[in-house]
């Protein structure tokens, strides 16, 4: 209580939201973060969500600060232009499924559905589900979205596609075909435009890069692990991209 006390004393900032988190939660954060802005972070998810000591351990022990910084810096400019997909990250963390050694797509999406309760913290609870294979028809064939979700915050709807392996460029292609047919078809006239995310094993942030530069949908491409992430990969990367940001304000 002592530490406690002397962390937050002085703090105009962040003083105010302790008060509104439970004791165990304030213990979690005060331990597992070092900055202002990651217990900021962490308080602010707490209370918006209303995270219990289990919930918000998982975000603190998966990164999701860091990933979400990592997330927010490489794709500023898309999220300019898509406010949207700031609702998505760059990559995700799946350590709750339990999938075959050598699985397919099929035992992903299987995996998903089991596990949706831990699938939709991962993601944000103002994620809801939707369907799995949700069809689109269009002429005279059927299309299957993977995973379709609906977003509470944004008003609207969420096509996930799964991809075990490396992401190419036309997986973009047949996401926005998805997300046409979605904002056609299926969305109701007071909902906002559909926003779509890939979700891969891999990906080339470059050509990842190329592949949203000419895109007018709102997408994300993700990739996933399905264990938890290397603290001192993610710190690193991330003092990275700070140096690159402070190196880019001087010039």
């Not at 898509?82 to 299987?110: Q, W």
């Not at 589900?129 to 689109?136: D, P």
């Amino acid at each position: 209580m002592k530490q406690f006390y002397e962390t937050y004393k002085d703090n105009e900032k962040l003083s105010p939201l302790v008060r509104e988190i439970t004791w165990s939660n304030n213990l979690l954060i005060m331990s597992g973060c070092k900055t202002d802005e990651s217990k900021e972070f962490y308080m602010r998810l707490c209370i918006a969500n209303g995270y219990g000591k289990r919930e918000l351990e998982r975000q603190i022990d998966s990164m999701l600060y860091e990933r979400t910084m990592l997330s927010t810096s490489k794709y500023h400019d898309l999220i300019e232009q898509h406010p949207a997909v700031g609702t998505l990250r760059d990559s995700y963390v799946l350590e709750f499924l339990d999938v075959p050694e050598n699985y397919k797509e099929k035992d992903l999406r299987k995996s998903i559905i089991t596990n949706l309760k831990q699938f939709i913290l991962e993601f944000g609870k103002d994620f809801t589900f939707v369907g799995e294979e949700y069809r689109v028809q269009v002429g005279n064939t059927d299309f299957f979205i993977d995973l379709l979700f609906y977003n509470r915050a944004l008003s609207c709807l969420v096509a996930i596609e799964l991809k075990v392996g490396k992401f190419k460029p036309e997986h973009l292609g047949q996401l926005n075909f998805y997300l046409e047919a979605l904002n056609r078809d299926v969305k109701k006239p007071n909902e906002n435009p559909s926003v779509g995310l890939i979700l891969c094993t891999y990906k080339d942030d470059t050509v990842v890069e190329y592949a949203l530069s000419s895109s007018l949908s709102p997408a994300m491409v993700a990739d996933y692990t399905l264990q938890l992430p290397d603290k001192k990969l993610l710190e690193a990367k991330l003092r990275e991209i700070a140096m690159l940001t402070e190196g880019n304000d001087e010039e």
